[in-house]
Each structure stands twice: as structure tokens, then as C-alpha cells.
């Protein structure tokens, strides 16, 4: 049985975006494991009291662990698109196929993978281009996530296929998580 992965923002004692994770999760546990009975995340989170913590919730059927770890934002300046065609439609704790592109790659701060001629996500979050009106995210991203979820419900981003080719015509790129929100990168170099 594959283990699964929420990561939840925490900062300050409050989890932010939990509506989205809980979605997430009750989705993931029917689809791979068929449970029917639910289980409240809000209930877990013990978070410490201040600063800004990764909770990391471990699952399968069951929660297997919860921990805190104090977040720092990885810096990201140069990006590198790589051809990859595995599937990561659930948040899998295995996470060997990004490390393994990622140590191909060491030049690159990032990847951001195509799949079947279309972007999708970065190793670590799903994408945004502003085309000069409006915010577009891939379609089909690898992992539909959290934050994009929310941003996707509340009109600000618009879903597209995006091929590499297309990229001139974006002025910006920005990347989205559970822990960064969304972050316009500033000049990144896209390889």
C-alpha cells in the first residue's frame, strides 16, 4: 500500500487552507484505500504555538505520523523543463522521481515537468503564467493541489494547456504550495 502525504502551512498556531487539505485527503483514502469513515484533520493539528511550521501528515488508510518541522522557503532562480511521464495524481510520500530528476538536473534551482508535450507542475508546486490579463495554470497539473484548488474556486486562475513553446507568451511565473501561498518569481531563467 503507497503512504500518502499532506504537508499543511502552520504559522502561529493556525493551519491554513484546511478546508482544501481535508478535501484532499478524504478524496485520496477513498479513492486508493475505499474508507468510508472520515477522519478530522483539525482535530490532530496540535501545532506549536509560534512560528511558521510544515505540518507533515503520513497516511494511508489510517494517520501513520504528524510532525512539525520549522519551515524555511527554498530560493528559486533558475528553472530547468524536463520530459517526465510518471504519475503523481495523489500526494505520494515517495517521492523518488522528483529526486531523481532533480539530481540530473543540478544546475537548476527547479524543474518544471512536461508530460505529453504539455507543462505541468515544478518538483515542489504547481505553476502560474500571467499572460497580461489574467493568471492561466496547466490544466493537468501532476498533482492538483491545495492552494491551486482555492485560487481555481475563487476565479483568479484560469485553466489552460500550456506547451513550452507558448512560454513568450507570459510575462510572469509563479509558483503555489500549501507553505509558499503564491509567489511571483522574480526574472527566473527557464531552461
Known sequence: MPL???TIKVED????NLTYHQKRFDKSRKALFG????????????????D??????????QIRSIEYLPYKAKEIHSI???????????KYANREAFTALL??????DEILIEKEGLLTDTSIANIALYDGEK???PHKPLLEGTMRA??????????IPIRKERLSDYTHVALMNAMIGFKILKNPTLN
Open 4 to 6: 500518502l502525504l499532506e
Open 13 to 16: 498556531a493556525q493551519a491554513e
Open 35 to 50: 474508507c468510508e469513515a472520515d477522519i478530522d484533520l483539525s482535530a490532530l493539528i496540535q501545532a506549536p504555538s509560534s
Open 52 to 61: 511558521l511550521y510544515r505540518c507533515r501528515i503520513c497516511y494511508d488508510s
Open 80 to 90: 530547468n523543463i524536463v520530459s517526465a511521464s510518471f504519475d503523481y495524481r495523489y
Open 103 to 108: 539530481q540530473h538536473y543540478p544546475e537548476a
Open 135 to 137: 493568471w492561466c495554470t
Open 150 to 159: 482555492k485560487l481555481l474556486d475563487e476565479g483568479f486562475l484560469h485553466p
